[in-house]
């Protein structure tokens, strides 16, 4: 087991049992930060480069950016991450699950595929995936923030139609 792989463990486990919202957060971006790096210099700056597109709002560019680090590198879960994030603010949301599939296939624990995924099935109105997605969530995460709102909602919407 890598350095890495040990230290994102280490970070997830204590994720499940934080309770504060500033510490949630605080191990959250750490796993980011992990996330993030990729041991190639020319790969990191594919990376960056489409991070940039993507804050600019040049969803193209981001998915020709991420499409390329990809190719490059298919088995690193956040260049798929975030071709899907472009994929979703570009409005193309079958895209987007299918890129979250392959996230999860590589990092099984990414909540912020998890959390994607969620929010666009409940803007489909599945919300049986909706509620099991938000349920993995809750055994990475269970406190949260705005996690037990959401799995309220979700059920209460559930109830109302009599699924």
Partial sequence: MTDRQQHLDELFLRLRTATS?????????????LWLEVDDPALNKAMETGMRALSAGDYGQAIADFTCLIEQLPDYAEGWNKRATAYYLRGEYRASLHDIAQTLRREPRHF??????ANMQ????DQRGALRT?????????????????????QDNLDESGI
Wanted: charged share 25%; proline share 7%.
């Fill in 21 to 33: 919202p500033l510490e949630i957060e605080a191990l959250q971006q750490g796993i980011w930060q």
């Fill in 112 to 117: 912020g595929a998890l959390s994607g995924k």
């Fill in 122 to 125: 409940r803007m489909v109105g």
């Fill in 134 to 154: 938000l349920r993995r969530l809750g055994r990475l995460c269970p406190h949260l923030p705005g996690l037990q709102e959401q799995l309220r909602d979700v």
